[in-house]
């Protein structure tokens, strides 16, 4: 069973940073696109960022120049290094990941349950 799993949220200062991580099952194939999306209280869920396999990457307006996405494709994980941090960016955080199980399987896209953010003082 694929399982996508976030972790690293918390309670930080404005101006403050965290660092998210989300890992994959070891057990797949391959991995395209990974993203990070969030929903803060009373609001639609949003983009946040994505990074393809190639390195390749995207960034919602909101986060540019404060947020950084990266991947260890050994390790099937992605990371959200975030700084800079602002009340607004109070949410919980998902991961999606674009799985393929095994060569002849189609893709789909898997998510995780979920980090907390929480940015206050």
Do not use: H
């Not at 991995?31 to 609001?43: F, L, T, V, Y």
């Not at 947020?67 to 602002?86: E, G, H, P, W």
């Amino acid at each position: 069973q694929v399982q996508v799993v976030e972790s690293g949220g918390g309670l930080v200062q404005p101006g403050g940073s965290l660092r998210l991580s989300c890992a994959a099952s070891e057990n797949i194939f391959s991995i395209n696109a990974m993203a990070w999306w969030r929903e803060a209280p009373g609001k639609e869920r949003e983009f946040v960022a994505r990074i393809f396999s190639a390195g390749f990457t995207n960034y919602a307006d909101s986060v540019k120049g404060r947020f950084t996405i990266s991947r260890d494709n050994a390790k099937n994980t992605v990371y959200l290094q975030m700084n800079d941090l602002k009340p607004e960016d109070t949410a919980v955080y998902y991961c999606t990941a674009n799985i393929r199980i095994t060569p002849a399987s189609s893709q789909y896209s898997y998510w995780g349950r979920g980090t907390q953010v929480t940015v206050s003082s």
